[in-house]
Nanobody
Framework: QVQLVESGGGLVQPGESLRLSCGFS????????MAWYRQAPGKQREMVAR???????NYVDSVRGRFTISRDNVKKTVYLQMNSLKPEDTAVYYC????????WGQGTQVTVTS
């Protein structure tokens, strides 16, 4: 049984930074593909960043160069470092894991406003 627990969301001003964390409970974390998705009000959920079990990363164009996804296989944690935040980054951010099936966290709210 896999459980994902996000933390690190909050309210920030444009240009500031946040780091999201996702704790993974379950066995053999390092075989899972991990990702962060987000869903803004009235919009579809979109993939923000993805990291493979080998550490290869992908980003949606709107965050490339500002966000960095990383993983710590010892701590069983995936991170999303978000810099130069913009109001359009406001959304609920979800942690995602995949190995044979999908797993989702409960989400953490990120609000960027002046």
């Amino acid at each position: 049984q896999v459980q994902l627990v996000e933390s690190g969301g909050g309210l920030v001003q444009p240009g500031e930074s946040l780091r999201l964390s996702c704790g993974f409970s379950g066995r053999i974390f390092n075989i899972y593909v991990m990702a962060w998705y987000r869903q803004a009000p009235g919009k579809q959920r979109e993939m923000v960043a993805r990291i493979s079990n080998e550490g290869n990363t992908n980003y949606v164009d709107s965050v490339r160069g500002r966000f960095t996804i990383s993983r710590d296989n010892v701590k069983k944690t995936v991170y999303l470092q978000m810099n130069s935040l913009k109001p359009e980054d406001t959304a609920v951010y979800y942690c995602y894991a995949n190995y044979l099936r999908d797993y989702w966290g409960q989400g953490t709210q990120v609000t960027v406003t002046s």
